[in-house]
């Protein structure tokens, strides 16, 4: 079983979840790295207190140091002094061990700070000299990674909601779009519109999906060749019921004016029996186009058969000579002795009616690979080259055979290609060039070997 469709949307699931941790990794990870270093305006920030410290040192003002320092320490709600190398602090500045061990550490502005320590580090800013340092507490308001949090809430919950609703529409899409097209081909074909096709339309898709839609097609295909030919087999039988019902009509006409009619009656019977064996024919041949049936139940012999399908065409056309080239016994099994007989008998009654009087009828059955080939040949008119194929169309005639029987309804033929490859076989037809029809038919020998030759050339 094709599982195409299985396989991608198992393939973009497991990859678009790979994509989505390895971003989430990703961008957790470069946020949290950005957000590690104090921003750039608090850096410049820290930077010029450091210089204004310095200014204030370098001009011997203890006073103005120390009350700077103060003012800085009282709006910024953090600690700030200003040391020599050997940790002694000027202007008053007071050093805790928390402090002397920050000192030692020596954290810059530029430095990461890190995310997790509740405290804040203490920001070193050394003096041109090297040997004096100004030391500030990072005030609260320039500690790095204040959105952290929200950073982290959209990391974990927004982003994985985005992608999985953009995965969502790619995989909707791609389902959806074959299966629109689906549904707007059942709309069409529903609304009389026969030729409509979805396979086509898919491109190189090969999954469960384009599976469905060759499926539809070939309903679609063969729906629309029944509902066809129902409508064409409706419209000929009309047409054909027309001239015997009018008949018949006019014979009513008659005998409602008083007018003898004994000399309507055989031809009365006649009509009926026309239209009755039209009747019959036609519903064969429905049930034969419609149902596709494997006649697959008879074992016979095909030279019994032809034997007594020939005892009576020689009762039936005494003025004609039928030739019989015959094997002792052509069994086959697995076939229809009713649809055979009867396709038989359409394929030598045809070949007798064309025949004129006097004139010969071959029958010939061989056996060939897998199967027997049944050629009967005539000596009638032949068939225009371009209608070979058209003459197994129902209630097709040329025009010699309108002229030459007019009671025909053109439905032999068509039946016994109908009956012959419900058997498994087939049939076609050739001109002689000596003039008049040869039609061939071949059966296999069992419905085992039904895959038919296409061609055999007989000499």
């Given amino acids: 079983m094709n599982r195409r ?40 920030t820290l930077k010029e207190w450091g210089r204004t410290a310095e200014r204030l040192h370098n001009a011997g003002d203890e006073q103005a140091l120390a009350d700077w320092l103060a003012e800085l320490q009282a709006r910024e709600d953090t600690w700030a002094a200003v040391v020599r190398s050997d940790i002694q602090p000027l202007a008053g500045s007071v050093l805790t061990p928390r402090f ?103 491109g190189n898709r090969n999954d469960e999906l384009a599976a469905l839609a060759e499926t539809f097609d070939c309903m679609a295909e063969r729906t629309g060749d029944l509902i066809l030919t129902q409508r064409r087999l409706i419209a000929d039988l009309s047409h054909e019921l027309r001239t015997p019902l009018t008949r018949i009509d006019m014979a009513i006409s ?27 024919d036609t519903l064969t041949l429905a049930w034969l186009e419609n149902e596709k049936p ?41 076939s229809s002795h009713r649809a055979l ?3 038989f008998e359409n394929v030598i009654r045809n070949a007798c009616t064309h025949t004129p009087a006097g004139g010969n009828v071959w029958i010939d059955l061989k056996a060939m690979p897998d199967g027997y080939l049944l050629t009967i040949e005539d000596e009638g008119p032949g068939v225009p080259t371009e209608h070979l194929e058209r003459i197994f169309t129902p209630f097709f005639r040329t025009a010699q055979a309108r002229g030459s029987r007019p009671g025909g309804h053109g439905l032999g033929l068509a ?12 049939i076609e037809a050739e001109n002689r060039h000596e003039g008049g029809l040869r039609m061939r038919l071949w059966l296999p020998a069992s419905r085992g070997h039904a895959n038919a030759p296409a061609q055999i050339t007989v000499t």
């Avoid at 393939?11 to 921003?39: H, K, N, P, R, Y």
């Avoid at 779009?177 to 074909?189: D, G, H, I, V």
């Avoid at 007594?308 to 094997?327: F, K, M, N, Q, V």
């Avoid at 109908?418 to 058997?423: I, S």
């Fill in 341 to 343: 007989a009867q396709a």
């Fill in 294 to 334: 494997n006649l697959d139940r008879d074992s016979l012999d095909l030279t019994d058969l032809l034997d007594s399908i020939l005892e009576d065409a020689r009762y039936e056309y005494p003025g004609h000579t039928l030739h019989a080239g015959l094997p002792a016994r052509a069994e086959v099994s697995g």
């Fill in 100 to 202: 002397r061990e920050g000192f030692r550490i020596g954290r810059s502005e530029e430095w990461k700070i890190h995310l997790y320590f509740t405290e804040n580090p203490i920001m070193e800013t050394p003096f041109a000299d090297g040997r004096t340092h100004f030391l500030v507490l990072l005030p609260q308001r320039m500690r790095p990674g204040t959105y952290l949090p929200q950073a982290k809430l959209f990391l974990k919950v927004a982003l994985p909601l985005v992608v999985l609703i953009v995965l969502s529409l790619v995989i909707y899409r791609h389902l959806m779009r074959p299966l629109r097209q689906l549904e707007l081909a059942t709309r069409q074909f529903s609304n009389g519109n026969l030729g409509v096709r979805v396979r086509a339309l898919l």
């Fill in 5 to 44: 469709l299985l396989w991608k949307l198992c393939a973009t699931l497991a990859l678009g979840t790979l994509v989505l941790m390895w971003v989430i990794t990703f961008l957790g990870d470069e946020t949290e790295q950005q957000m590690s270093f104090i921003a750039e305006r608090h850096q410049q």
């Fill in 415 to 426: 039946l016994a290609r109908r009956q012959v490859e419900a058997a498994g076989g087939w």
């Fill in 254 to 280: 008659c005998v409602e004016e008083g007018i003898d009619t004994q000399h309507l009656l055989p031809r009365l019977r006649r009509e009926c029996r026309l239209m009755r064996e039209l009747v019959e």
